[in-house]
């Protein structure tokens, strides 16, 4: 049910004092003192006068005008977030600026003037939506009215974290949906669940990977694996490190190097890491599933067995170590592994107590292969692979 939402309209207001020097003829540009008053102390910048254009630093305008502003170094892609809630796109250079998706053209690009960005009166005007422009060749006034109601106080909490090393600007708007759907969370906690997925359901909204064999490849309840996906590096494992019945075990490659040297240091110690599963067919995943379905019921069955494409085992990089059973946990071989999987690039995929990330029980017995430097890290913090990923792999373009 939407609440009523009581609005109190405030005034923002950018005024510019410009004292304009000479410049060459042939240049057809004129520097300009810039002075910016507006709810703090004034700030020097330069502004510029290019071809009849006034132009204005993009930065200093927008951040004095409530915006964070974003900045992509490789491409020169410029992000900006506006207390409106607008996300705003502009390449350093180009005519086009786009609010929320929709493209607007120019006739004049922005420039690039020793090291920063500056845009014409008429882009500010088109991405911040002023109420009013005024300006000539000695002054410049923009004014804004902004709402400030409780949808505007959630876009300003919001834009409140944009410093943090968690928020992505890319995820603007669903940190504000997600904000406005469940207020008795944090913005910390928003961020953190967007980032993770977890402000949709379970299965709901899912993205189709677009590189299967990568090795941090992640897959769960948000990401499938394309349809009939088949692992085309997979190595015949030896029987000596799988249950002795009868059954053909493959794993990746690299995944398999790494686990007969864990299986072989832990023999050293005189344990035994046999292996009961790893990789597994689509095909073999639905039956396995469908099984699941018939014996254990759906919510049960989701707990344990993961729909057809979202098995990581499928990828050929997890196994089931030892055992299926819970008690696993107690065992010499459980507290070996908690000791040093990581060292051998492997971790413990389904944690105790963080069943709400990753949307299975916690399986003492299955490990999943990620190599030494991810699996290090995930040790030593403490946390799932969903959040080191969200964190590390799938970190936002503008830091």
Known sequence: MKKRLTSIIICMALVVSLGCVEASAQEERVQCGFAIALNAEPTDETSVIYNQTHYVPMRTVFERMGAYVFYRERDGMVLALSRDGDMIYHMVGD???TVNGEQKVFEKSSVLEEGKTYIPIDMVS?????????????????????????YHKIIKDVLDACGNDDFYPERFQEYIDYHVEMPEYSIEEVVF??????????YEN??????????????????????????????NMSREYTVNDGKQYLLAGVAYESYVQMADAAKQDGLSMRVISAYRTEAYQTNLYNNKLRTTGK????????RPGH????TGLAVDICSTNRAFEYTPEFQWLQEHAHEYGYILRYQKGKEWITGYAYEPWHYRYVGTDAAKRIHEEGVTYEEYYAKCVAASEFR
Do not use: C, W
């Open 311 to 314: 098995s990581e085992h499928q």
């Open 206 to 235: 899912v993205a189709t990977i677009q590189d299967p064999y990568a090795l941090l490849v992640l897959v769960n309840k948000y990401f499938r694996l394309p349809e009939n996906f088949e692992q085309y590096n997979l190595v």
């Open 193 to 202: 669940r967007v980032n993770l997925g977890l402000d949709e359901p379970f």
């Open 95 to 97: 005519t086009v600026v």
């Open 299 to 306: 919510v049960n069955a989701e707990r344990y067995s993961a």
């Open 126 to 150: 088109a991405a911040l939506n002023p109420d009013r422009i005024l300006y000539d060749d000695r002054q410049l006034n923009i004014q804004k009215y902004m709402f400030n109601n409780n």
